[in-house]
């Protein structure tokens, strides 16, 4: 159940994608900058043009998408996305971000270079400098609801262990 691939959603790479597998966008919708514009399970070939209209329907085309073997994983993430200060800025009190930046361990659960709840807005500032000062600005993070979602997230994804950024 662990991503398959990251890439820009364009109509040749629906098309190359094996059937089954799931698919989301990145960017924010309408429901919020938290949900994604588009996501569902990659149908047969003789429904592609079909499901690429509905991709640009819903403006997701062009965006960043990871590609996952199940939807199991997703429900797991709220968000998937670059660690910015402005993204952490618009985050909800309480959320979870950790980096998909891995501080090199021996064998075990791969640990994030950073990860904690998002802080009061009085305390972001600090929140920020703590984020750099771990080398996460700038690189992938996920955005979960609690740690506990985090840790199930990684419970799935044994893959991941010692090969850095994902």
């Given at each position: ?30 429901s ?12 047969p ?5 079909a ?7 819903a ?43 891995w ?8 640990t ?7 802080a ?6 600090a ?9 996460a ?13 985090h840790?199930?997230?990684?419970a799935?994804?044994p893959?991941?262990?010692?090969k850095?950024?994902?």
């Open positions: 159940m662990a991503l398959l691939i990251r890439s820009e959603l364009t109509k040749q790479f629906l098309m190359s994608l094996p059937t089954g597998c799931f698919l989301v966008s990145t960017c924010g919708g309408p919020g900058p938290h949900v994604p514009r588009f996501h569902e399970r990659v149908g070939k003789a429904d592609r043009e499901q690429w209209r509905r991709v640009k329907a403006g997701a085309d062009g965006s960043l998408c990871n590609v996952y073997r199940s939807e199991d994983l997703m429900s797991e993430i709220v968000e998937r996305t670059k660690l910015t200060k402005s993204f952490l800025m618009s985050l909800g009190e309480g959320m979870y971000v950790a980096s998909n930046a501080i090199p361990v021996n064998r075990g659960a791969p994030s270079r950073f990860e904690e709840r998002v009061l807005p009085q305390n972001r500032e929140q920020w400098t703590r984020i750099k000062d771990a080398g600005d700038g690189r992938h993070c996920n955005v979960y609801d609690s740690p506990d979602d840790t199930k997230w990684l799935v994804i893959e991941y262990k010692d850095g950024e994902r």
